[in-house]
């Protein structure tokens, strides 16, 4: 008589190519490097993944939330998925109920066989008054679009950074966005081996009633992309937005984010932290707080902008000129001829006792955004500041995390 036969059920995790932007924000997510991607698709590795559910959280799609109940012999392999258009379906084979540490997982637990997720290093959760955010109202498959009302260079024509605000109008089609989130956009043509251009994300720089108030229009900070890791390369995003012209009209997807957002409550502190284009949700922030500003509210705004040189700084000229009562910004450029190399870390380390007050308030909210490059330096000079003032900072991180009070988005 023969014995019962084991067989092994995975639930699978697959990220679901249709909806997916390749922004990358997964793959840097995971703590044990179960994702990776091709010039294609980003892709799960079924033998290293654990169903820890750190990345779902961050994902600003959804697109990385999909599982298939599939014996682990048949697992999809990752060339299978590289080759995906689609997902899938759910193979209605009867397969064993999955154990109870499966089913743990599947929930995102974070206690299944002892598996920790605190790995993320900002906040997955949005403010507790942020304003409910819309994502995935248009999908590749069913794009929106918008007429090009503007376009206008930031940079000083003489720098190489050539960085221009795109000012998109959606006429009367419904695009609500709000602070933090982003929008994908859909280059024409087709790469190399012949499949349409995916999606590229940008920040909206425009507050939420539009970048003209009243008007259903958002605004971008684009970096026209010639160089990558030191070759010469023509971005196909950022060089088909950056020469649009008045009246063009491009296909757009999302909105996307759910937790880069900012506070609703006027008591509520922003302390900003941004490098280059990663000024436009800073922008939208600070152009909300400008139009909002309500008497005898006591929320303040401290933004910490870095750039090469002053002329390489996007909105150099309209920042100068906000109200000094309004927002406390200071500027660091690490280009500057004749003058030593100086980071935003560098001049919140030099502004310490200002930050450290804002810290030990439970109404301040952080904000950072840029190249991926500045997360370690900024985290690090908060560490210092909190240190430096007698403040336990992994409690305090702990708990700007778990109160979504700490939002990083590096890129």
């Known amino acids: 008589m023969n014995g019962p036969v084991s067989i092994e059920v995975l639930r699978q995790h697959l990220i679901d190519p249709e909806i997916c932007i390749r922004c990358n924000t997964c793959e840097e997510t995971c703590p ?50 590289f080759t995906w258009d689609v997902l899938p379906e759910q193979n209605t084979m009867a397969v064993p109920a999955v154990d109870e540490a499966a089913a743990a997982l599947a929930d995102g637990s974070d206690e299944a066989d002892g598996i920790e997720v605190d790995t993320v290093r900002g906040a997955v959760v949005p403010p507790w ?40 109008d ?27 251009h995916h999606a590229r994300q940008y920040s909206v720089a425009s507050p939420r009633d539009g970048e003209r108030p009243g008007y259903n229009n958002v605004s971008l900070t684009v970096k026209r992309v010639s160089q990558q890791h030191g070759d010469a390369i023509d971005g196909v995003c950022s060089n088909y937005l950056c020469n649009l012209k008045k009246g063009d009209v491009v296909n757009v997807i999302g909105p996307f984010g759910s937790t880069f957002l900012m506070p609703n409550h006027p008591n509520s502190h922003l302390l900003m932290i941004c490098t280059g284009t990663g000024s436009a949700p800073m922008r939208a922030m600070t152009e909300y707080r400008r139009r909002k500003r309500l008497k ?58 200002d930050v450290a007050n804002l810290l030990k308030d439970d109404n301040t909210y952080i904000y950072v955004c840029g190249l991926k490059g500045m997360e370690d330096g900024v985290l690090q000079a908060l560490k210092e500041i909190a240190e430096q003032q007698q403040l336990d900072w992994e409690a305090l991180w702990a708990k700007l995390k778990r109160e979504g009070r700490l939002h990083l988005e590096t890129y």
């Open 296 to 353: 005898g509210a006591t929320g303040k705004l401290m933004l910490f902008f870095g750039a090469r040189t002053q002329q390489e700084l996007p909105y150099f000229g309209p920042l100068t000129n906000l109200p000094k009562d309004f927002i406390d910004t200071t500027l660091a450029f690490s280009r500057t001829q004749g003058q030593p190399k100086r980071y935003v870390q560098d001049a919140m380390r030099e502004r310490g006792a």
């Open 170 to 196: 959606f006429g009367a089609m419904p695009f609500p966005v709000l602070e933090g989130q982003s929008i994908g956009i859909l280059p024409p043509g087709a790469s190399a081996d012949g499949r349409a």
């Open 32 to 81: 044990i490097d179960a994702i990776t991607h091709d010039d294609n698709n980003y892709v799960v590795k079924a033998d290293v993944c654990n169903g820890c559910m750190a990345c779902v959280p961050p994902c600003p799609t959804g697109a990385i939330d999909n599982w298939r109940s599939v014996l682990k012999a048949d697992a999809y392999s990752i060339d299978e998925q």
């Open 129 to 168: 008054s942020a304003a409910k955010p819309y994502v995935n109202l248009y999908t590749h498959k069913t794009p929106t679009t918008a007429t090009v009302v503007g376009n206008y260079r930031l940079t000083d024509a003489a720098t190489s950074s050539d960085i221009h605000h795109i000012v998109l």
